[in-house]
């Protein structure tokens, strides 16, 4: 489980940032909550709402870009699926003023029993700083036992089972100024190092404002919905799906092609939905290209978020809400929340526009986050639990009873966009 997600200095994010899914202490929905190894309360949902261009999109996509940095800069890739976006490899620090500062990126998270806190400091040329604790079991305040630090390319600090690989880069000095130590530690098979690889592979980030995440599931060639239907249980649950979303389909098949190659035979796939003929109850084959665009959404959705919900991990999702009839994304909301449906504690963080669903029957406060952006084009992340209201010289926290979505419209909780007429422009 992620409890903390905290960047600097990455596109409109200027100053330290953190997305905080440690549970506040407030009474709303206490059944929506995850316990961790600790026992302590930590959210399965958070939704992320601001204007366009505000720089909600860049939460999510400096999630991706560590993600990325921690899974590639060893450039092994054979452990991963194909939804790793290589073009994020790239640092996009914040441009709009004159500092040279490294961009940081750190993750507190939880796996079986330990809870780790991973990090590293970055610029355009090299890693600055790299560092790996663990929670210490034995304490009952927060302390965490050092695993490695790095500064620069000398890894130090270092105890357990990665000694042995730190002894190795001390004598070949081999390794690369733009390789992580964790990256390099996990494929060399460390344990502990395999352990928080491992956790960033089943970390997801979708993107579906450009419809790159849908266009991947549904390709025909390495789609991984063929994969799914082909196994008859999996086949199953999301015909049982789309039947409990109401999108008119009654099952899927898949045709088989053999395609000439000038390597020989390959065989294609063509994937298609069956609905019911009105008059005689026949069923009917559609290509599913010929589906909607919000049907091919849904479909698409389907196998991160079930993975997820199979798995107890992860899903960063941005534009969740494209495409999509507000009463789908409550339904979704409630997959997260139940524990009968998310008995591993999946989370879903997602950035949206949905106001419709901006609503206390669907989150806690501390659930519910905003980007505004200020004149200078910086960006600023802060949760509805922690926004102080200005009312006759006084401050003051938002009540649960409050109207979420119609207070945020009228601009209460600010992250809206600020309208001009043309003609005063």
Known sequence: MLHQF???NFKSFKKTTTLDLIAASITEHAQDLANDCFDEKVLKVSAIFGANASGKSNVVKAFDFMRNNVLL????SNDLDQDIETSNLTLDPFKFDNSIEPSDFEVLFSVDENIYNYGFSIDVDRIR????????K???KEKFTNIFYRTGNDV???????????NILKISKILGSRTLFLSFAANLEIPIARTVYEWFISSKVMDYGQDTSERLILNKRASPLVRLLQDDKQKLALENFVKAID???????LIENEILTPSGADTRYQVVSTHKNIDDGSLVAVPLHNESSGTKKMISLYIPISR???EGSVLFV?????KLHPLLLRYLLILFHSNESNPKNAQLIFATHDVFSLDKSNFRRDEIWFVDKNDQGISDLYSLDSYLLEENGTTKKVRKDASYGKDYILGRYKSVPKLKSLMEE
Not at 73 to 76: A, E, G, I, T
Not at 129 to 135: A, I, M, Q, S, T
């Open 308 to 310: 997820a919900l199979q």
């Open 318 to 322: 941005d534009e969740l809400d494209a």
């Open 156 to 166: 130090e600090e270092v105890t357990g089972e990665l000694k042995s690989v730190s």
């Open 6 to 8: 905290t960047f600097s």
């Open 129 to 136: 700083e790299e560092f790996l604790y663990v929670r210490d």
């Open 138 to 140: 034995k304490s009952k």
């Open 73 to 76: 800069s060893f450039f092994r």
């Open 247 to 253: 999108l008119g389909i009654e099952g899927f098949s």
